[in-house]
């Protein structure tokens, strides 16, 4: 199985995933470019797979369909995306050739935002990023706190493929708020590296996630305490503590 980030836009991943047989499909495919170019003349990809309604996540869908006629394309139950034909929703199960992905809804980025996992993947689009996670444009602070507890309780080793390449602004923020963290300070060193040497810092996996994410740790002192010094908040209150620090990341710069 061959999993490669195919840079596009100004920083967004677009996922495909490939078997020994030359099978294949995209995920989020935010412009045509960078699939057609992936593709260098393979056949059709057996689907298009999309977790929300954003132009930067579906605005190559119909060059692809051009180029590739009566591809299915599985995604949310919303309008906002005219190109789905087998849309999806919580609790089911999409197979796709070789592949089989459980769809999970995870609102807060956009109310209909979804993710697909199997194979030890997850394509989670804008809802958790490395480090960080998506900002709040349909969904409350509750839906997206839990959005993440919910990705959060998935398996260690599961790897996370997001939409961005944000791991580097995302741990500039991290270390403010958890700045004694061993865990964090070496992942954001080797983000720097990767970054350097012009290669991706995804996918990182869950267990990463948890130790460094400090959108994950809201429950750990540290982090509670640098919101608490920001907000005084209610002990038990981790939806407001998740708020604050979701409107104190909007608000930051490096």
């Known amino acids: 199985m061959q999993l490669s980030p195919l840079p596009a836009l100004s920083d967004n991943y677009i996922w495909r995933l490939a078997d020994d047989d030359g099978q294949w499909l995209v995920v989020d495919p935010g412009e045509p470019g960078p699939v057609l170019a992936a593709a260098e003349g393979a056949a059709a990809p057996l689907a298009i797979l999309l977790t929300h309604h954003h132009a930067d996540h579906v605005g190559g869908v119909p060059d692809l369909l051009r180029r590739w ?29 070789p592949w089989a992905f459980d769809v999970l809804a995870v609102p807060g980025h956009t109310v209909s935002h979804i993710a697909f996992l199997g194979h030890g ?33 998935l398996p260690t ?22 700045p004694d963290n061993p865990a964090l300070r070496r992942r954001h060193e080797e983000a720097i590296a990767m970054r350097d040497q012009g290669r991706p810092t995804l996918p990182t996996t ?45 608000g930051f710069r490096a």
């Open 69 to 97: 006629p009566g591809v299915p394309v599985f995604g949310p139950a919303d309008d906002r995306i005219g190109s789905v034909d087998h849309p999806v929703g919580d609790g089911q199960r999409v197979e796709i050739g």
């Open 121 to 153: 993947l997850l394509f989670c689009g804008d809802t958790l990023f490395s480090l960080g996670c998506g900002r709040l444009f349909e969904g409350t602070p509750r839906d997206m706190l839990g959005s993440l507890d919910r990705l959060a309780a």
């Open 157 to 178: 080793q599961t790897r996370v493929c997001c939409g961005h390449e944000y791991t580097l602004a995302n741990a500039a923020f991290a270390r403010v708020v958890d």
């Open 206 to 250: 869950l267990g990463d996630e948890r130790a460094c994410n400090p959108f994950l740790r809201i429950d750990a002192p540290a982090v509670r305490a640098a919101v608490a010094a920001r907000r005084p908040l209610a002990e038990d209150d981790r939806v407001e503590a998740f708020a604050e620090l979701r409107r104190w990341k909007d």
